[in-house]
């Protein structure tokens, strides 16, 4: 039995309502789908089972949803685990991963700055690539993004 | 007292500004400022075609391109589901660029390094040897930096005929350079004084902060993504990451002299190991559902998350990069330090602003 199998039934045995769907990728690497509110204590579960990194959280929009996706590392063991966190269109707000990793600090601030998630028990939700008086998020989808760039020439630009 | 340093400064390699509150010379308080250099680059991917955002990972960081793109085609590939189906010379080949780019980014450390320190023969030497890597991946790639090289689903172009002779030719020479590098920098006072015991980032700081990459193995920690997650040849070449248990900048120096070392290594097993055939595959234009991938790049780990919703532009790219989470671990590493020391130490963490900012 490999080691996603392992971190997989020992998931599904302590959170057996929760997970709303588990799978193996590929070879060491686990996909779970959770709800928001399970988020924290799955992750203070993979943290006590060897996971001592948190390689990265994405924000995705989903137009419905969002998805705060972790990846979280184990060198130890050599697994990788997708924990995907759903959190309603209405309401983009997540419990913050800084206690648990305090890596997790730029990439909260990183996902509320462009996509507008709310890591509440964050110590510092700032601002992180863009100015701080800016307004907007701009990863979000309903930012507008110019699609099509047409090619206009110099002497058209001119007026000839 | 807080003291600015930077966005133009000497010290910040880019446009970036780090804040010390500094207790007379001791370092008590260090808050990074960055994205400055924000070019929305994930915003921008979401409205080009999955084949044409090749070209502005490579723009992510612009001494090290080739392991950026290849990263993102890495990522694009599991999503349309023909990662097993990249034909073994194309797999090579990208090892082989990925290497040499690697050695080509080290080397452009140790010329940003050694100034920093104020050993100015330094830069001048490993500018020297970068050029000649440079010329291997011109001669492979057609260009010296933002190479365009690897595509979803292997790589551009094949290899010239003499390539394989070039390279053991450049890495040959470059050996013996090494060892004068190492004479000039290990049996300097000046640069042993500034760097022994300086900077030091514990192994529990380092794994907590999310440093990886070069900085974490100067930290003891024993993981390299080449050999735990092998991607591409990596599993048919044999190597052993390096490892020191310092953490200290004399530890994050030694490191990146032994893995161009490796590196070097790498190449030549590849070129004598890489098959005929084709190189690239004709990968689909459309693709859905999410995907991820990750490389050691030459700073760390990097990580691409790719979603992409059945149309032949991606819905979502988001981009791991390994120095702004290296840069979280800033003000850990800099508490106590002297306010001299701080040029030294974020010298040898290699900031590289491009790909911090995205």
Redesign the interface.
């Known amino acids: 039995m490999g080691v996603e199998e392992e971190v997989k039934r020992d998931l599904e045995s302590r959170f057996a309502g929760q997970l709303k769907a588990s799978q193996v990728l590929r070879p060491r690497v686990l996909q779970v789908r959770i709800d928001r509110k399970d988020l924290l204590p799955v992750a203070k579960r993979l943290k006590e089972s060897g996971f001592e990194h948190l390689s990265c959280i994405s924000a995705v929009d989903w137009l419905t949803r969002y998805e705060s996706v972790c990846h979280i590392t184990s060198w130890s063991r050599n697994c990788l685990v997708e924990v995907i966190a759903e959190i309603p269109h209405d309401d983009p707000k997540l419990d913050s991963l800084f206690g648990v990793w305090p890596g997790a600090d730029y990439h909260e601030r990183e996902a509320w700055d462009l996509m507008g998630i709310t890591y509440t028990g964050h110590p510092n939700l700032e601002r992180i690539l863009l100015p701080a008086d800016f307004k907007y998020h701009p990863l979000r989808k309903d930012f507008p993004q110019e699609v099509d760039r047409q090619y206009v020439s110099r002497r058209k630009l001119g007026g000839g | 007292m807080w003291i600015n340093m930077g966005p133009q400064h000497p010290m910040t390699h880019g446009l970036w500004n780090l804040k010390v509150r500094v207790d007379g010379e001791t370092v008590v308080e260090a808050r990074p400022e960055?994205?400055y250099l924000?070019r929305?680059v994930?915003?921008?991917a979401?409205?080009r075609e999955f084949h044409k955002v090749v070209i502005l990972t490579d723009r992510l960081c612009y001494v090290s391109s080739v392991t950026w793109s290849h990263a993102y085609c890495l990522a694009v590939e599991e999503l349309m589901g023909i990662s097993d189906r990249i034909p073994a010379r194309g797999r090579y080949l990208r090892v082989i660029s990925n290497e040499l780019q690697r050695v080509a980014s080290h080397l452009m450390w140790l010329a940003a390094y050694a100034p920093d320190l104020g050993l100015l023969t330094g830069l001048l030497w490993s500018l020297r040897e970068r050029e000649l890597f440079l010329d291997l991946l011109q001669a492979l790639t057609g260009q010296r930096m933002n190479q365009n090289y690897p595509r979803v689903g292997g790589v551009r172009n094949d290899m010239p005929a003499t390539f394989a002779r070039d390279c053991e030719k450049v890495i040959r020479h470059f050996h013996k350079k090494l060892e004068e590098y190492e004479d000039l920098f290990e049996r300097n006072k000046t640069f042993r004084m500034r760097t022994e015991g300086v900077g030091v980032l514990s192994k529990a700081d380092g794994?907590?902060?999310?440093?990886?990459g070069p900085n974490l193995r100067a930290s003891g920690?024993d993981?390299d993504l080449r050999k735990?997650?092998p991607y591409d040849a990596y599993a048919d070449l044999k190597f052993e990451p390096a490892v020191e248990p310092g953490g200290d900048n004399l530890a994050r120096y030694l490191i990146r002299i032994e893995e161009m070392r490796t590196s070097c290594d790498l190449i030549l097993q590849a070129v004598k190991r890489i098959p005929e055939g084709p190189y690239r595959i004709k990968a689909p234009r459309r693709a859905e559902g999410?995907a991820?991938r990750?490389t050691e790049d030459s700073r760390g780990?990097a990580?691409f998350?790719v979603?992409g919703d059945g149309g032949d532009r991606p819905?979502?790219v988001?981009i791991?990069s390994p120095i702004?989470?290296t840069?979280?671990?800033v003000p850990t590493i800099m508490r106590g330090e002297k306010i001299a020391d701080v040029i030294g130490i974020m010298g040898s963490l290699d900031v590289c602003v491009g790909e911090m900012?995205?």
């Not at chain 2, 794994?207 to 990886?212: H, K, M, R, Y």
Request: proline fraction near 0%; aromatic fraction near 16%; glycine fraction near 8%.
């Open positions: 960055i994205g924000h929305g994930e915003k921008i979401e409205v794994l907590a902060w999310g440093v990886t920690v993981y735990l997650d999410t991820f990750r780990e990580l998350y979603a819905y979502r988001k791991r702004f989470c840069m979280s671990a900012d995205k």
